[in-house]
């Protein structure tokens, strides 16, 4: 059986700091835990906030396409950016939006995530809170539409809207989107999962992920056996445009 070979000594040495040619690392920054985490107990404007000083710097031109009542933005230092404030209320749907191709920094979005806007019957159509405004607006679950219906019209309208994101957004513009899983029909729907695996392939990279657990208990109506977790956390999304592959020709 052959000896192995010896290393090199050269090779065995330890770098020379003082070289030009070694590969030594030499660590910077300060120790501290006074960071942003990714999970937080609390109110989307308080989570907002941070998310915006963290990914978006001021001066952005931000376009908050669902912006309703303003809830997002009430810890938001709004002179630090220039805003433009739109929803489906004042006749600005956010897949159809009004600004020329590649001319917005950064685009928030939160419609409405629960299958119950989607139903036919106005009764039985869902809209509290943030997403009360909306509920009129975004509905397809018309029996004689032969578009997607319940959460599927859920999935479309997040893919519809990403597309719309794309062509305003500048290259390496931010997409924040607000969204929540939810179980439609007794099935469980990943909808956070699904939003990522569609707005990679509009060409988006999903940069972050934020979670927001609510603070008090959800109240269930109506409880004969309970088969899923209830859901008391919800999802920020940070999405960066990619830059196009520019030809080397």
């Known amino acids: 059986m052959r000896p192995l070979p010896?290393?090199?000594?050269?090779?065995?040495?330890?770098?020379?700091?003082?070289?030009?040619d070694s590969r030594k690392r030499t660590q910077g920054g300060e120790v501290s835990s006074d960071v942003l985490l990714s999970?937080?107990?609390?109110?989307?404007s308080d989570i907002f906030a941070k998310i915006l000083a963290l990914?978006?710097?001021?001066g952005s031109i931000v376009a908050d396409v669902t912006y309703g009542?303003?809830?997002f933005w009430k810890k938001v230092d709004i002179a630090r950016y220039i805003?433009?404030?739109?929803?489906?209320?004042?006749?600005?749907?956010?897949?159809?939006?009004?600004?020329?191709?590649?001319?917005?920094d950064c685009v928030v979005l939160d419609p409405p995530y629960m299958e119950g806007f989607f139903r036919k019957s106005p009764e039985h159509k869902a809209g509290q809170g943030t997403h009360s405004a909306f509920?009129?607006?975004?509905?397809?679950?018309?029996?004689?539409?032969?578009?997607?219906?319940?959460?599927?019209a859920v999935r479309d309208l997040y893919r519809r809207a990403g597309v719309e994101a794309m062509r305003v957004l500048r290259e390496n513009g931010v997409l924040i989107v607000k969204c929540q899983d939810e179980v439609s029909?007794?099935?469980?729907?990943?909808?956070?999962?699904?939003?990522?695996?569609?707005?990679?392939?509009l060409?988006?990279?999903?940069?972050?992920?934020?979670?927001?657990?609510?603070?008090?208990?959800?109240?269930?109506?109506?409880?004969?056996?309970?088969?899923?977790?209830?859901?008391?956390?919800?999802?920020?999304?940070?999405?960066?445009k990619k830059p196009k592959r520019r030809s080397s020709a």
């Open 6 to 20: 010896l290393f090199n000594k050269e090779l065995r040495q330890a770098p020379d700091p003082d070289t030009k």
């Open 39 to 44: 999970a937080h107990v609390g109110g989307n």
């Open 55 to 58: 990914h978006v710097p001021d």
């Open 69 to 71: 009542s303003g809830v």
């Open 83 to 104: 805003l433009k404030a739109t929803d489906i209320a004042i006749g600005i749907d956010c897949r159809d939006l009004p600004y020329e191709s590649g001319t917005i």
């Open 135 to 152: 509920k009129n607006y975004y509905s397809n679950g018309d029996e004689e539409s032969s578009g997607p219906k319940w959460h599927a």
């Open 185 to 201: 029909a007794n099935h469980q729907f990943l909808t956070h999962v699904e939003i990522i695996i569609d707005y990679e392939l």
């Open 203 to 240: 060409g988006f990279y999903p940069k972050d992920l934020f979670v927001v657990v609510r603070c008090n208990r959800p109240v269930i109506t109506r409880l004969i056996k309970q088969v899923h977790a209830r859901k008391n956390h919800s999802y920020f999304l940070v999405f960066i």
